[in-house]
């Protein structure tokens, strides 16, 4: 089968696509043949090898040789005592531990994946698991009049996210570079914040912020909230993380706000909501544009330089 490899870290021009011998199915697993995979800014951080969580599991070469966890497809064949799908069903979900989307062929853990709605496109559905996970966590406090401010809201997790706060009856802000600013608009924004001319911390305060990409000091995020306020992040560095995690709860504390990071839950009973919503019309998949396989670097590239609006699909046939 073809797929995209790469045997080391570092830029795009490290992978290549190859003709691979196709997976096998193990125990509890079944094989897929993808349809679409969406790209993550997970997936440039492992190509990259930065942050430093990026090499968990492989610390001086990639502990998977082909990237893509959010897959769409159908089943090929089923492997022992997988008892959920049959061959020939269509099928979701985020393949995060085993990866392996970016190739003809993948196999997952049956217990990662969902029966793929029929009111969705292979390639609408791609979009949603990890990005769908995140932005109905990251807005489940949401209610009605609060302020909501999504940090990176013009990529796949944030303009889910974007929707997800309007449809609560917030007043939503987004925040993200000059080239996304009419798109972040276009899917819910009542509000724009373009961060390479202002800083959103020294804004109006917010009740809620979702943080896709913190690189800030926590009484920064302090100084943003309201009393009261919600303050999530998800991605970004490192140092910023622990930073939040050690200094969050101490720094909060005044008024009442709570500072930290977001835990994301995985697996199918995560992502299945919001892909209801999806099918229902409530919220839409927003897909920047697709690429065939040969053109993952390309794909890669778009998404990890902050260039995509919404999701970006690799489609393999």
Not at 150 to 160: K, L, T
Not at 196 to 209: A, E, F, H, L, S
Not at 281 to 286: E, K, M, R
Request: aromatic letters at 6%; a positive charge.
């Amino acid at each position: 089968m073809r797929a995209v490899v790469y045997d080391r870290y570092g830029g795009p021009e490290v992978l290549r696509l190859a003709e691979v011998p196709p997976p096998t199915p193990g125990a509890g697993q079944v094989l897929v043949r993808v349809a679409a995979t969406s790209v993550n800014l997970s997936d440039w951080e492992c190509l990259r090898g930065s942050p430093a969580y990026a090499r968990i599991g492989g610390l001086r070469a990639p502990a998977r040789r082909v990237l893509g966890s959010d897959i769409a497809g159908v089943v090929e064949a089923v492997g022992p005592g997988a008892t959920r799908f049959r061959v020939g069903d269509e099928v979701y979900g985020d393949n995060l531990a085993l990866k392996g989307g970016f190739a003809e062929l993948a196999v997952a853990p049956e217990s990662v994946l969902a029966p793929k709605p029929s009111g969705l496109s292979f390639e609408a559905a791609s979009t949603i698991p990890q990005a769908g996970a995140i932005a109905l966590q990251g807005t489940r406090t949401v209610t009605a009049g609060d302020r909501v401010l999504v940090n990176g809201a013009g990529g796949g997790s944030g303009s889910f996210a974007l929707q997800l706060a309007k449809l609560a009856g917030a007043h939503v802000i987004g925040v993200d570079n000059t080239a996304k600013l009419d798109f972040m608009r276009s899917v819910g924004a009542d509000e724009v914040i373009d961060h390479t001319r202002d800083d959103y911390t020294r804004t109006q305060p917010y009740d809620v912020v979702l943080d896709l990409v913190a690189r800030r000091t926590v009484r920064a995020y302090r100084r943003v909230l309201a009393p009261h306020g919600r303050y999530r992040c998800v991605g970004g560095s490192v140092g910023t993380m622990l930073r939040v995690l050690a200094l969050g709860p101490v720094l909060g504390l005044p008024g009442r706000r709570s500072i930290g990071v977001l835990a994301v839950k995985e697996g199918p009973d995560h992502f299945t909501p919001i892909a209801t919503r999806c099918v229902a019309g409530d919220v839409a998949c927003h897909v920047d544009r697709t690429y065939p396989l040969d053109e993952v670097p390309a794909a890669l590239a778009h998404v990890g330089e902050g260039r995509a609006l919404g999701k970006v699909v690799v489609v393999p046939s």
